[in-house]
């Protein structure tokens, strides 16, 4: 789909007064147990109104089908291992790799770890699931665009089809065990100090009993493959399919008293980051019946919401990165591995995969140690690899444990309710009407006595997990003396905090984001809304003041080197879209300046694999310079790095430096992963944009893009600032739109206000929902 005009979507948003009477429509539900209605407002956001709990779930299933149906479909089948029944032999070998990170434990145990309730609820969720799923067979509606090109048809959910997937939680540092221990195979592990920022302050080993020189380099092709979405081949995939860098995934938050806002009330504000698509990953809703009320977003094919209010409280949440899973490496013999001085048998299961065209399903095995699946067999070297990961762990499913949160009502019970909660390990921050703030580091994070969780393990009994640290062993703050609480997924252990033991982790994510936000929240002494939504959408890259310093030393005696020094010494440090100097800085800190320094400071043999290093480290030797990469070759990489970086702005924009911006490098567009099967037609139903966008993985306003097209890939597609007690002023948005039907107008009508850096109000109280309605649906039980 082409831009809408801005200029006329943000004067429907201007527009306050609704129609005197929206049309609506009636129809029968099989399985609603009384009347409801679904109030669906000019920005499709569905306020359902039920006369029980059970029934506001069972339409949640219900309308999540309507608006999102293709989207939850093949997140279900892509998690259950299914999508060879659908789409044929290519997709036999993701399929079983699925299968390996399925919840295979007690169920009785699963669902008593997201507290009372989630059984119940999430049963109602996908019985209004399957309803419309059965009007849609019963030849009631039609079947969705998206199955039509696909050849597929949705299928029935069963409850624990919700909980039993977990490759969809965000994964965490076994890539880099990996990477660290070839590291140190190929040149020591002294020649990984470049691979990734370790924080706090830690010197890791590599642990005994382990030969890095063990770990092949396609060991996580299963756990890369069971966890990644899914693919269809065409002359569009390039454009369909978005590869990020684990560090693009993040989010911002932050909880300000009303001691330090204009109003007077807290501001609780949410910006998750992820990878992009059309549809958006997060959907909104808003939910009434008796005693029941919450409002917010969440995953689509989760039941309730994660980030969003009830009425009293508020919450929302950032990935804390602890360390929740490890590789372990074990001697074997034949079907059986060492462990404690035994052979032990691997436990095996054989399953039935259905293919597309073929008339017998095709069995694969799976294959499983004491700590979690096999990843990996070498016989002719004796060894064998697998994962263990708090996925395997009753409680665990991602973002389900918002089901204890989202309905209590005080602190307490909030902090109570995160007690349990699994994956992915967040920081969850909190607001209430009565004035109250805080911040809790919830998550399952294993406790490892004598190692710290950096690199592989040997499998043979001397490196096991001890318990779970308890939410007391977390840190956790209740009414902060300085009035507000941030995070943006950066080192935030408290000082003090004894992390030499606890082990939580040591793998954060750059803290620019975070200086930024505590830096204008710092100097704001009376927040407003608008100031909060003005910080989520600020292109401001911080680590640009840093560079500057280190630049200044640079004798410009090159044309190019002078007009590139001289343009980012005028550069206001903003990524904003047209801005020049940002083209230059962004091109020459992703591509250019890493690559540099790694070619100096890191042992040939190591330098394919630290590739352009972390940029955290990076800055960190260029700012302390020693044998590794001393003064003089600090400058050298500076000055052929900036070069290299002008070059390419010049060869992609021009000669002229006043063509340049970065928006003309930096530009969203989404496209969906069906474009590659559409016809040239319907492709551009399934496109979004391209548009000119500002912001940096490194900025608050979080816009992370690919290095071979500049594209954006990752960033909050769903933005929430919320007034706490006066809910209505609240304001959010989604981006490209509510809806996952293409040939809907809500499925890209968000995208330009989105691009720019724009909300739209998120109502919540009946005559607020009321004004804005531009569609009723009045739902009966079918006799």
Same mark, same amino acid.
């Given at each position: ?560 080197? /002078? *007009?590139?020094?001289?343009? %980012?010494?005028?550069? !206001?440090?903003?990524?904003? @879209?047209?801005?020049?100097? $940002? #083209? =230059? ?30 940029? /955290? *480290?990076?800055?960190?030797? %260029?700012?302390?310079? !020693?044998?590794?990469?001393? @003064?003089?070759?600090?400058? $050298? #990489? =500076? ?51 391209? #548009? ?92």
């Amino acid at each position: 789909m082409k831009l809408t005009a801005l200029a006329a979507l943000t004067a429907l948003v201007a527009t306050t007064a609704a129609a005197a009477t929206p049309p609506g429509e009636t129809h029968a539900v099989a399985g609603l147990a009384k009347a409801a209605e679904i109030r669906i407002d000019r920005w499709g956001v569905s306020h359902i109104y039920a006369a029980s709990v059970r029934d506001a779930f069972f339409l949640q299933g219900y309308n999540v089908a309507r608006d999102r149906l293709w989207q939850v479909d093949l997140w279900r089948k892509r998690g259950l291992g299914l999508l060879a029944k659908d789409f044929g032999p290519d997709y036999v070998a993701q399929d079983r790799a699925a299968r390996l990170f399925l919840y295979r434990g007690d169920m009785a145990a699963e669902w008593a770890s997201y507290g009372a309730g989630a059984k119940d609820n999430t049963e109602a969720f996908t019985a209004g699931f399957n309803s419309y799923v059965a009007e849609i067979r019963a030849g009631k509606r039609p079947l969705p665009m998206e199955f039509q090109i696909a050849g597929s048809a949705p299928d029935l959910w069963k409850p624990e089809d919700v909980v039993r997937i977990r490759s969809h939680g965000l994964t965490r540092n076994v890539p880099n065990e990996v990477g660290r221990a070839r590291i140190a195979c190929a040149a020591g592990l002294e020649a990984a100090r470049l691979y990734k920022n370790l924080e706090p302050k830690w010197e890791t080993k590599v642990p005994d009993g382990l030969d890095p020189c063990d770990i092949p380099a396609d060991v996580l092709d299963d756990y890369q493959l069971g966890s990644t979405g899914v693919k269809f081949t065409g002359a569009a995939a390039k454009t369909a399919m978005l590869d990020i860098p684990p560090e693009a995934v993040g989010s911002n938050n932050w909880t300000v008293a009303g001691s330090r806002t204009a109003s007077g009330r807290p501001i609780l504000a949410n910006d998750p980051h992820r990878e992009h698509g059309a549809p958006s990953l997060r959907y909104i809703v808003h939910m009434e019946a008796p005693g029941f009320s919450v409002i917010g977003a969440g995953e689509p094919s989760l039941p309730g919401v994660s980030i969003g209010h009830n009425g009293t409280i508020a919450f929302g949440l950032t990935i804390f990165p602890a360390d929740q899973e490890d590789l372990y490496v074990y001697e074997t013999k034949g079907e059986a591995y060492r462990y404690k001085g035994a052979w032990e048998p691997m436990r095996t299961v054989v399953e039935d995969i259905a293919v597309k065209g073929e008339a017998q399903p095709r069995k694969v095995t799976l294959k499983f140690t004491r700590h979690g699946p096999v990843l990996k067999e070498d016989a002719a070297k004796g060894r064998a690899f697998a994962l263990r990961s708090v996925w395997g762990e009753p409680g665990t499913s991602a973002y389900f444990g918002s089901m204890g949160y989202m309905t209590t009502k005080t602190w307490e019970g909030f902090k109570g309710s995160l007690a349990n909660w699994g994956a992915p390990s967040e920081n969850q921050v909190y607001a209430d009407t009565k004035g109250d703030i805080g911040w809790v580091a919830a998550g399952k994070v294993p406790g490892r006595p004598g190692w710290d969780g950096l690199m592989p393990v040997p499998g043979d009994g001397r490196y096991e997990w001890k318990g779970f640290l308890s939410i007391d062993e977390l840190p956790n703050a209740h009414n902060p003396k300085a009035g507000w609480f941030a995070s943006a997924n950066q080192l935030n252990l408290p000082e003090g905090y004894p992390y030499k033991e606890r082990k939580v982790g040591f793998e954060w994510s750059n803290n620019a984001r975070m200086a930024r936000i505590s830096e204008v929240l710092a100097a704001t002494p009376k927040l407003t809304l608008a100031d909060a939504m003005a910080l989520q959408t600020d292109p401001y890259d911080i680590t640009s003041r840093r560079m500057l310093v280190l630049l200044a030393g640079l004798k410009p005696d090159d044309p190019k080197l /002078a *007009a590139a020094l001289d343009m %980012l010494k005028a550069w !206001d440090h903003r990524t904003a @879209a047209d801005s020049a100097g $940002a #083209a =230059l800085y962004e091109v020459w800190m992703a591509k250019h300046l890493g690559k540099a320094v790694v070619a100096r400071a890191t042992p040939p043999a190591a330098r394919a694999l630290v590739g352009n290093g972390d940029i /955290a *480290a990076v800055m960190a030797l %260029l700012e302390s310079p !020693d044998a590794t990469l001393d @003064a003089a070759a600090r400058d $050298a #990489a =500076l000055r052929e790095s900036l070069l290299a970086a002008y070059d390419e702005v010049a060869g992609k924009l021009g000669p002229d430096p006043k063509d340049w911006t970065w928006g003309k490098l930096h530009q969203a567009q989404f496209t969906h992963i069906l474009a590659p099967l559409a016809k040239p037609a319907q492709r551009a139903d399934l496109t979004v944009g391209p #548009a000119p966008m500002a912001g940096t993985s490194l900025s608050p306003l979080a816009a992370s893009w690919r290095p071979e097209d500049y594209r954006v890939t990752a960033g909050a597609s769903f933005r929430m600032v919320l007034d706490v007690g006066a809910w209505d002023n609240s304001r959010v948005i989604n981006t490209p739109g509510q809806s996952g039907d293409p040939t809907s107008p809500h499925f890209d009508d968000l995208f330009p206000l989105w691009v720019t850096g724009q909300y739209v109000p998120l109502s919540y109280s009946r005559p607020a929902v009321e004004a804005v309605t531009e569609r009723v649906l009045t739902l009966t039980p079918a006799p």
